[in-house]
C-alpha cells in the first residue's frame, strides 16, 4: 500500500522504482482478481507530493515551503524516519497517472496540511526547451531538464482539521479542489482534512459514490 503509480516497474520513472507493478492492473495480478470482476478504479493523492528517495520530481520544492510542508504533513518515513522529498501538486502527472491506472475517481488527502500556505503554487505544465508542454515526457533524461509551470492559487490560512462537509471548507479550499478537478479532468470524489475517519468527506454526486453505494 505503500508504493505509488510512478514507482510502477513498467509505468514509472525508471530506474527509480520498485520492483512491482504498483499501479491498479498490479492488485489484479497479485490478488487472483480479473479484471472483468473490478466495477471501478479510485485513485488517492495527498493535496501536495512526495518522493521517497531519488529520482525526478519536477515540482519539488526544497527550499522553507517545503520543508514546512513535511513539518506539517509528518513526511518522515514511519519506520526509518527518513524525510520525504516534498513539492506542489502536479496537474501533468496526475493526468498521466488517470491514464495508466484508468481512474473513476480520485480522493484527495491532507487538504488541511496546506492550511497555512498563503499562495499554492500548482504545476499546470512544463517548460521544455522554452516551450510549455502539458504532457509528461517520456523519458527520464528529458524529465530531469523540465521546469514546472505553475499557477498560483490563494490559499485559506485557517484550519480545516475537523470539517466533514464540503460546503464548510473555507471558499479558498473549495476552489483549490475545483481546480484540480478541472485542469486535469479527473472526478474528484473524496476529500479529507485529517486521519480520522470523521476529518474524511464524500462529495454528492460523484462516481465514487455511486461505486460506494451511498
Known amino acids: 500500500g505503500a508504493q505509488g503509480t510512478m514507482l510502477d516497474v513498467d509505468h514509472g520513472t525508471y530506474p527509480f522504482v520498485t520492483s512491482s507493478s504498483a499501479a491498479a492492473g498490479g492488485a489484479c495480478t497479485g490478488t487472483g482478481v480479473a479484471p472483468t470482476r473490478i466495477d471501478g478504479i479510485v485513485g488517492v493523492s495527498k493535496a501536495y507530493i512526495t518522493r521517497v528517495g531519488s529520482g525526478p520530481f519536477p515540482s519539488e520544492d526544497s527550499g522553507e515551503a517545503g520543508e514546512r510542508i513535511r513539518q506539517a504533513g509528518n513526511e518522515f518515513g ?6 520525504r522529498r516534498c513539492g506542489w501538486f502536479d496537474v501533468p502527472l496526475l493526468q498521466y497517472t488517470a491514464m495508466v491506472n484508468g481512474f ?3 480522493i484527495v488527502t491532507k487538504l488541511d496540511v496546506l492550511d497555512e500556505v498563503e499562495s499554492i503554487p500548482v504545476c499546470v505544465a512544463y517548460e521544455v526547451n522554452g516551450k510549455a508542454v502539458s504532457e509528461m515526457p517520456a523519458t527520464n533524461a528529458a524529465i530531469e531538464s523540465i521546469k514546472p509551470v505553475f499557477e498560483h492559487l490563494p490559499g485559506w490560512k485557517r484550519s480545516t482539521r475537523g470539517v466533514s462537509d464540503f460546503d464548510d471548507l473555507p471558499s479558498e479550499a473549495r476552489q483549490y479542489i475545483s481546480f484540480l478537478e478541472s485542469r486535469s ?9 485529517g486521519p480520522e475517519r470523521t476529518e474524511t468527506m464524500l462529495l454528492t454526486g ?3 459514490e455511486f461505486l460506494l453505494g451511498k
Open 104 to 106: 473513476d475517481s480520485l
Open 206 to 208: 460523484t462516481r465514487l
Open 185 to 193: 479532468g479527473v472526478e474528484i470524489g473524496c476529500v479529507s482534512t
Open 78 to 83: 514511519s519506520v526509518t524516519g527518513r524525510p
